[in-house]
């Protein structure tokens, strides 16, 4: 008797099936909770918490008229919380409330597929809002899963096991996977995505501004969000070599840099105002592919001809070298671009022309005005040049040991002189500002320059990841009969930032216990470091070749596809007419087969799902036997065991052909 207690109830099938089908809506449905307003996830959770519950108790569905007033009142509450009933947002949460709301007004068959079907439109609008490689595998679970559901409401007699109608799901959605995925490679495209861009594309993202103040890139510094990534062509130039141009800043108004806004040109030849650009040393051919950032800037590796193309896009080039689009980009672009590592830019400007690159406001930094006076003196004194003033300055950042850091002091009005003379605390914007402030104070035109500097090589699929947190600033000097120069001041005190990466120039503080987890994290060999490059791979390849399947990448892989495989004489054409001969051959013979053996293999099968297995040596009869036991229709079981005996004549008695062709001909209809 306590045994009895203690034992577990048992589901009867209508309660297990339709519990499936409950846990199957609320996978479909929870990964909109992360948007749909907070009343309408909670509308829904109840309601599919009741309709378990009236499951479990075995209690009657609630009428119609409790529900419909219910269903008023959640519509009424869509309108509001969205002031209308069309578009993305309102309809989603309108599906997620009817399907929640269906299952409890189930009646007869055809309100299941109903659910089914609204269970499977709704699981697609999770592109609307996502659609990364995670969004994807999660869809991928919730269809076998609705996939199972589907397949248990199909039995009329007795259910597999959940195990085995679970694997029969997944087999179902792998026999579709090939279909489908030629259908993804060779239907043509459609110009941008198919699903239109998701919610993530669209939601405000950090990056590279046009404008720079002390303090404006630290929060960048903290961010480990993609910013682009990057195939070489050739090889890859050393990690202090890779410099990405972004947006030149030549206006300061005494506390934030900002651009003057250059008239675009297209050419990378003469232009207007002796604008000239010479370009030698190694080409270095790459591609970049930049992620949504709402903004226009192109972001290129010093330095790059001021030529690219982007589809669906206009491009144009400032007479400062910044790159960038007509419209904000809202979704992920490629280009390819061939930089030079040795480059002269306006070599023969005429001097009359930088002053825009000299002037500095009234009023503001006397302390470092009066050190660019003197320095510009000992130059003129020492008949020394615009290098000896650069090379003072750095010496003197070297010297008095400036500190690079993401936690520097706050400045007041005068920024510029409490850096240099006070606090020496400071990042990027910090040293790049201050230097072009004291060039500009000593009379060497400068331009601060802002975009990325480094990049982490990832060896699984040999793209250079630049996040965030590589956003860097560096100054631009102009020389006479030399033209522009790369100075970066950062390296002068910190040159571990620009020949490793920001984590080595700014040792984390871990945790007690996080310490060597960082340092398996730092290290490029660890098993933590390879399980990181496998992940971003896959997900680069992901956006590669699925997000960013557009035109243009279709047909450029169909064309070296045909190139690959198109001629008789490649290996690939010889293997794939070897699979072909073998699928002929294998068809040949399944038509050579006994029909009537391979029917009674079909049985077999059949009754495998009911846990009967035939034992070796068993015959039809005692197999008839073991059938008529089970809990099925009675004219399922008539059938069963007319076609076992069926079989028996045909396999141990002596028949003529046309009553063995009519046997065989009822076998196949009995079976079906």
């Known amino acids: 008797m306590l045994g009895s207690m203690m034992r577990q109830p048992v589901l009867t099938r209508d309660k297990a099936d339709t519990l499936l089908l409950v846990v ?46 219910i269903a008023l009142l959640a519509m009424a509450g869509v309108w509001y919380s969205y002031r209308t009933l069309l578009g993305r947002d309102p309809g989603v949460a309108m599906l997620a409330l009817l399907l929640a709301f269906k299952l409890l007004e189930m009646h007869a068959r055809r309100d299941l597929f109903v659910v089914l079907f609204l269970s499977f439109f709704l699981l697609l609008t999770n592109f609307f809002y996502s659609q990364t490689m995670l969004t994807a595998f999660g869809m991928a679970i919730t269809l076998v899963v609705l996939l199972t559901a589907q397949l248990t409401f199909q039995y009329t007699g007795a259910v597999p096991p959940l195990t085995r109608r679970v694997r029969m799901a997944g087999k179902i959605a792998l026999l579709a996977t090939p279909l489908a995925a030629l259908l993804f490679i060779g239907f043509p495209r459609i110009q941008g995505p198919l699903w239109g861009l998701p919610g993530d594309a669209r939601s405000a993202r950090t990056g590279i501004s046009d404008t720079m103040a002390p303090g404006s890139m630290t929060n960048l510094a903290l961010s480990e969000e993609v910013a682009f990534r990057v195939r070489f062509l050739d090889p890859a130039p050393a990690q202090n070599r890779l410099y990405w141009r972004g947006v030149v800043l030549s206006n300061y108004d005494g506390r934030t840099w900002s651009r003057i806004g250059g008239t675009p040109f297209r050419t990378p030849d003469q232009t207007r105002d002796g604008l000239t650009m010479r370009l030698g040393g190694q080409a270095i051919r790459h591609e970049v592919t930049m992620e949504p950032s709402e903004r226009r800037y192109l972001f290129t590796l010093e330095l790059t001809r001021p030529d690219l193309a982007l589809a669906g896009q206009r491009v144009a080039t400032s007479d400062e070298l910044e790159t960038y689009t007509l419209r904000p980009l809202q979704q992920r672009v490629r280009y390819r671009a061939t930089a030079h590592s040795e480059y002269t830019l ?4 005429d001097p009359a022309l930088t002053g825009k690159w000299l002037q500095l406001p009234p009023g503001f930094n006397p302390l470092t005005l009066e050190l660019g006076a003197r320095l510009r003196a000992a130059a003129a004194a020492d008949r020394g040049g615009t290098l000896e003033i650069v090379h003072a300055v750095l010496q003197a950042l070297r010297a008095r040991r ?10 007041g009005r005068d920024s510029v002189d409490e850096f240099l003379f006070r606090t020496r605390q400071g990042f990027c914007e910090h ?8 060039m500009r104070a000593a009379g060497v035109p400068a331009r601060v320059v802002t975009g990325y500097q480094g990049g982490e090589f990832n060896p699984v699929d040999g793209y250079v990841t630049v996040r965030q947190s590589d956003a860097h600033a560096w100054a631009e000097v102009w020389i006479a009969g030399q033209g522009w120069r790369r100075i970066d001041p950062t390296a002068a005190v910190a040159p571990e930032r620009v020949n490793g990466s920001l984590a080595r120039a700014l040792p984390q503080q871990a945790p007690f216990g996080f310490s060597g987890l960082i340092a398996l994290q730092n290290d490029k060999d660890s098993w933590l470091s390879r399980l990181r490059f496998q992940f971003n791979a896959m997900n680069n390849a992901w956006n590669q070749w699925v997000l960013d399947y557009n035109p243009e990448r279709q047909q450029t892989f169909l064309a070296e596809l045909w190139d690959k495989v198109g001629t008789w004489r490649t290996p690939a054409a010889a293997a794939l007419l070897g699979v072909l001969a073998w699928g ?45 036991a089970l809990p099925l229709p009675e004219e399922r079981k008539a059938a069963y065991a007319e076609f076992l005996e069926l079989y028996s004549a045909l396999r141990y008695r002596a028949l003529d052909d ?15």
């Open 431 to 438: 040293f790049a500002g201050s230097f072009v402030f004291l």
């Open 346 to 349: 306006q070599a023969d400007l």
């Open 658 to 672: 046309d009553e063995r062709t009519r046997s065989a001909a009822r076998l196949a209809s009995l079976l079906r």
């Open 584 to 628: 002929w051959w294998r068809l040949r013979q399944a038509r050579r087969a006994d029909p009537v053996q391979a029917a009674y293999g079909r049985l077999c099968r059949q009754l495998a799902d009911f846990g009967i297995v035939p034992v070796p040596g068993e015959g039809p009869h005692s197999l008839a036997s073991r059938v008529r």
């Open 402 to 411: 400036f500190e690079y850091t993401l936690e520097p002091a706050l400045l």
């Open 24 to 69: 199957a809506a609320l996978l479909v449905i929870a990964p909109h909770f992360a948007h749909l307003p907070l009343w309408t996830s909670a509308t829904v959770c109840v309601t599919l918490f009741w309709r378990a519950l009236l499951t479990l108790r075995g209690r009657r569905l609630p009428p119609v008229w409790l529900l419909l007033p």
